[in-house]
């Protein structure tokens, strides 16, 4: 998972119009998906965005929803189900790529 970050490309948006949209995940679902935060940007006219490392609003519309339910579609395949999903360094791999 860390080899992704030499590789992972990094835009830098300044004084665009567009959607940021997140989600907070508790700490209990580490691993299942990320805990803490999330955020992605699209800008307006969809030709950039991503996830956001950091960000700065001078004005925008904030909304709030719950959501109470997770349903997850897993593979069924042999490689899937012989994979490690839980190794040691996991919730350090996770913390380092989207921090």
């Known amino acids: 998972m860390t080899d992704v970050l030499d590789d ?13 949209v997140g989600f907070r995940t508790p700490q209990h679902m580490q691993g299942l998906n990320v805990a803490g935060y999330h955020e992605h940007f699209i800008t ?5 965005g991503g996830h956001l490392l950091d960000y700065q609003l001078d004005s925008g ?4 929803g719950e959501i109470h339910k ?3 579609d897993l ?12 190794p040691d360094n996991l919730d350090a791999a996770i913390r380092a790529v989207e921090n």
């Open 8 to 20: 992972q490309p990094v835009f830098r948006f300044n004084q665009r119009k567009g959607t940021l």
């Open 61 to 64: 519309v904030l909304t709030f």
């Open 44 to 48: 307006d006219d969809r030709q950039g």
């Open 75 to 86: 593979p069924a395949d042999s490689a899937f189900l012989q994979a490690d999903l839980h």
């Open 70 to 72: 997770l349903m997850i």
